[in-house]
């Protein structure tokens, strides 16, 4: 009987679904984790890919490219709990994905997320600085997402369906559950592959800042969730060492805003600004 269920919306990740769906396999037995691939509007070898690499995996294939709508259809195929929800361009062994199941097994918390690993090599200097700043803030150490991995009990996952549907799920699923709620287990890992290059960083911060818009329109963003000045001037207190870099995270996190603008006046709140490079 698994042990826990996976769900990985997939959507022309052709690149790297094969290495992490045989991550996921590492330090478990066949039958630990019930994993869902949804394949959603994929027009490259997603699916045929994902096969290969994990036999295990019950693959389903969606005509509507829309991850919302696969994280729907890989919930109604099964009904195992704990369930981790994991986007198919992280890196999560299976070893870590056990790890992420004992606080929830033990009824402390309702939802649990790894510490996450982000790789900068390759990455421009302008990438790098960003992420030195963005991985210090307060709110992303202690939420649960950006880590590309959430991990919900069954009471949990009933919290989180109930939700609205929103581009920024992981912001949902994290201020969903108050801090006593929530855990990062610092003892499992996710490699999160960052954008390489400055305009891939903004592209993807784009479409995390027309998401969080639309989390607080509904109500569901926690204050403590956001950054503020207030947030970035005890960065710097706390570490000086930042204070360099931190005009670089403004600067980026200003052309994100101005570029989410367009879509915020529309109410546009589908299209998915995805960057190619951490992907490469």
């Known amino acids: 009987m698994a042990l826990a269920s996976v769900i990985i919306p ?4 052709a690149a790297s679904i094969g290495r992490n769906l045989r991550a996921l396999r590492e330090g478990t037995r066949g039958d630990d984790l019930d994993v869902v691939v949804v394949c959603n509007g ?5 699916a045929e890919v994902a096969r290969t690499a994990d036999p295990l995996a019950r693959v389903i294939e969606i005509q509507q490219p829309s991850k919302a709508e696969a994280v729907r259809v890989g919930n109604a195929a099964t009904d195992v709990f704990p369930r981790i929800h994991l986007d198919a361009d992280i890196q999560l062994t299976g ?6 199941l004992e606080p929830i097994a033990r009824d402390q ?40 991995v959430v991990v919900l009990s069954e009471q949990g996952q009933a ?24 855990r990062i287990v610092d003892g499992a890992v996710a490699v999160v592959h960052p954008p390489r290059t400055v305009r891939d960083l903004v592209r993807r911060r784009i479409r995390i800042v027309t998401g969080n818009a639309q989390a607080a329109q509904l109500g569901v963003r926690r204050p403590a ?20 870099r931190l005009p670089v995270f403004v600067a980026i996190h200003v052309a994100s805003q101005l570029g989410a603008r367009k879509a915020l006046r529309a109410g546009d709140f589908t299209t998915w600004q995805r960057d190619e490079s951490s992907r490469t």
């Open 10 to 13: 997939a959507h022309n990740e």
């Open 42 to 46: 994929c027009t490259d070898r997603t």
């Open 95 to 100: 070893t870590d994905a056990l790890q992420l």
């Open 109 to 148: 918390v309702l939802a649990t997320a790894p510490r996450r690993a982000v790789p900068k090599a390759g990455c421009s200097p302008l990438v790098r600085w960003y992420y030195d700043v963005w991985e210090a803030l307060p709110q992303v150490e202690a939420g649960l997402f950006g880590r590309g």
């Open 159 to 182: 919290r989180v369906t109930a939700l609205p549907r929103m581009m920024s799920d992981d912001l949902g699923m994290s201020d969903s559950f108050s801090g006593a709620e929530r």
């Open 225 to 244: 969730s956001r950054t503020g000045a207030r947030s970035l001037l005890g960065l710097v207190v706390s570490r000086p060492g930042l204070a360099l």
